[in-house]
């Protein structure tokens, strides 16, 4: 089973140092995000139940997190997600065109992964980008004002980054 | 241009470094507030401000310090609401990402003022570069002798943490960001107790906005009084409004507050009129949440008068004809927008972030968006539209927090002025698949359709 390196461990304890002595089940969101980002981009339940023996809390505490909230993956992703928003101000700016293309240009609807395992479409509600719509979140970044050609380009980079780091 | 208090420096080159927000004037609040100020004297100097909270429910900010319990011996913590998720809304984004020194001087003076020694900012997970942004500045501030132990020599020490959240609309209700600071699902809390004497790990919590909490330093700087002569009657000081939609220049505007809705959308300053030229049908003022009013009603109240951009004149008509300030996200809609289809995406978005605690809210939203989406598609029934009436009116008042209303309110709205647009879907099923309703009657003096 895999376990935080030395670095990602530094990083956790920081994380739990942040709260009061007993405390430490409220680093379990940040803890959460480390784990997704340190082992694949998803939770497994071994991870979850990882999490939870570091925190000292019991495995459905973190389960019940895990899948209340959106930004968590409970099953393996694509290398590259895109997670398009399609909320009211969004799709007043074409949000619809946008998924739609995306959709049509990698093969697959929204939810689905390519065969190759490098991109996941992923339609969202609302992340607070609505004055540069339409949008979507790719990784840490925000993509906005986005166009059919400018989708292009960003497949275009993430094919080349994922050549570059292999 | 108007009085910028917020804004006014977020372009000047390096602003987001410690060195040229403090070259141009930054911390000089802080300074004031704990070298010369006691904590009572902060706590009186926002009452006299008139600031109401920036998140949407506009609750005085004074009022809402000054119900702080203090017990002995039980720590206290002010947490910043950086949940932002309101659509429509994207100010405190821009804030904290251009100029973050604001937002930490701040929170250190109203930290000082509430005496939290640990204050946290709960930003909403998709945020994630701003929270290097805002640690970095936390950083650069606690190495100059702002964060920290004994700050300015005064004995009060401080820390400020960022906890990012991760997907969920509901924790921006002040309760549920509470649970979910504590590493829990974000259900909100009943209330009483309120956050004030039982919140973050049942000690007493003020919980603010991102903006309220930036209005502060201003506050400080010129004095409760003189932050209360801007603006006009309990909409003092300046608000920040993110415009999108179909406008030419969406972004983030700070308004005095006196100025008009019409002068907002049209003039060059601000939105820039319609884009590509077409005409203004509708406009959700304060986020998705607050009733969209259709153009007529938009400028003008009901009572034939001009309507400004505060929290009275929004409001003025209630429900019936008046909507909201709410938390400032101003949607613009051009006349090719269809009512049903942009209910439906907020019908949609409610249904995703009911955090299912309640069943009104749990079970309506499904029901909403089901109803919008047979509608939007043409295969609805004119019974649907009262069933969707009904349905929300059930919501209404009736679940733990604001979430139902919010949920609610866009649709009842919707129906209220725009009924004749869903009876066409209903009518007009093919037709309403290749086009939409357009401006129809909408351009006309006031047309409220009794319901």
């Known amino acids: 089973m895999a376990k935080f390196n030395e670095t990602q461990l530094t990083e956790f304890k920081r994380l739990v140092a942040r709260y ?42 973190v389960y019940e997190v895990a899948t209340f909230y959106s930004m968590y993956n409970l099953k393996p992703v694509g290398k590259y997600m895109f997670e398009v928003c399609q909320t009211g101000p969004c799709m007043l700016r074409g949000s619809d065109d946008i998924v739609a293309y995306i959709g049509t240009t990698l093969g697959i609807k929204p939810g689905e992964t390519t065969a190759d395992g490098l991109f996941t479409l992923k339609t969202v509600e609302c992340l607070g980008a609505c004055g540069y719509a339409p949008m979507m979140q790719l990784g840490k970044q925000y993509r906005e004002h986005l166009t059919k050609e400018k ?16 | 241009m108007g009085v910028k208090l917020l804004l006014e420096k977020a372009h000047v080159q390096g602003i987001r470094s410690y060195e040229v927000y403090r070259r141009e004037g930054g911390y000089r609040g802080a300074e004031k507030a704990i070298k010369t100020m006691s904590t009572d004297d902060i706590v009186e100097e926002v009452k006299k401000s008139g600031l109401r909270g920036r998140g949407g429910a506009g609750f005085p900010a004074g ?6 319990a203090k017990p002995e011996g039980v720590p206290r913590h002010l947490v910043c609401n950086a949940d932002e998720s309101e659509p429509g809304t994207f100010k405190d984004r821009y804030l904290m990402e251009n100029i973050p020194h604001l937002l930490i001087e701040g929170l250190i003076i109203s930290s000082f003022a509430l005496g939290s020694n640990a204050t946290y900012i709960y930003i909403r997970g998709e945020y994630a570069w701003i929270v290097d942004i805002l640690e970095q500045a936390i950083g650069e501030a606690r190495a100059n002798g702002f964060l920290g132990k ?19 609309y509901i924790c921006g209700e002040e309760t549920a960001l509470i649970e979910s600071l504590e590493g829990k699902r974000g259900n909100p809390r009943i209330k009483p107790p309120f956050p004030a004497i039982q919140g973050v790990w049942m000690r007493p919590t003020v919980v603010n ?35 999108c939609g179909n406008i030419s220049k969406p972004g983030v505007y700070e308004i005095d507050m ?3 809705v019409e002068e907002f959308i049209y003039s060059d300053e601000y939105c820039g009129g319609i884009a590509n030229g077409k005409r203004l049908k509708a ?62 995406t907020f019908a949609r978005f409610y249904r995703h972030e009911s955090c299912g605690q309640c069943s009104p809210c749990r079970e309506g939203t499904g029901w909403m968006e089901k109803l919008l989406l047979r509608l939007e598609k043409g295969q609805g029934k004119i019974s649907d539209i009262d069933l969707l009436w009904d349905i929300q009116r059930k919501i209404e008042g009736n679940t733990i927090c604001p979430l139902g209303d919010a949920a609610a309110w866009p649709v009842a709205a919707a129906i209220r002025h725009f009924r004749d647009e869903f009876e ?16 129809a009657h909408y351009a006309d003096p006031i047309h409220v359709p009794a319901v």
Not at chain 1, 25 to 51: C, E, I, N, R
Not at chain 1, 158 to 166: E, G, I, P, Q, S
Not at chain 2, 63 to 68: D, G, H, P, R
Not at chain 2, 425 to 434: D, F, I, L, R, Y
């Open chain 2, 63 to 68: 009022m809402k310090w000054s119900f702080v």
């Open chain 2, 258 to 260: 006196t100025i008009s």
């Open chain 2, 283 to 344: 406009c959700i003022p304060g986020g998705s949440s607050v009733p969209v009013l259709p153009a007529n009603l938009l400028l003008k109240t009901a009572k034939g008068e001009t309507r400004y951009m505060n929290y009275e004149s929004l409001s003025d008509g209630g429900f019936v004809t008046g909507t909201m300030m709410g938390s400032g996200g101003f949607i613009v809609l051009d006349e090719d927008q269809c009512i049903v289809k942009n209910t439906y």
């Open chain 2, 209 to 243: 906005n991102v903006e309220t909490l930036a209005s502060v330093v201003p506050i400080i700087n010129m004095g409760g009084d003189e932050y209360a002569k801007i603006g006009v009657g309990k909409s003092t000081g300046t608000k920040l409004i993110s415009a």
């Open chain 1, 151 to 166: 989708v292009d380009a960003i497949i275009e980079e993430c094919r080349k980054n994922a050549v570059a780091n292999n």
């Open chain 1, 20 to 61: 009061p002595e007993g405390k430490q089940k409220s680093a379990l969101l940040p803890v959460l995000h480390l784990a997704q980002d340190s082992f694949g981009g998803w939770l497994s339940s071994d991870t979850m139940d990882y999490v939870a023996g570091l925190l000292l809390i019991a495995p459905i505490e």
């Open chain 2, 424 to 439: 066409w879907h209903v009518t007009h099923p093919e037709e309403a698949q290749k086009r939409n309703f357009g401006l």
């Open chain 2, 150 to 168: 004994n700050i300015l020599g005064s004995g009060f020490d401080c820390e400020i943490y960022v906890q990012r959240g991760a997907g969920a």
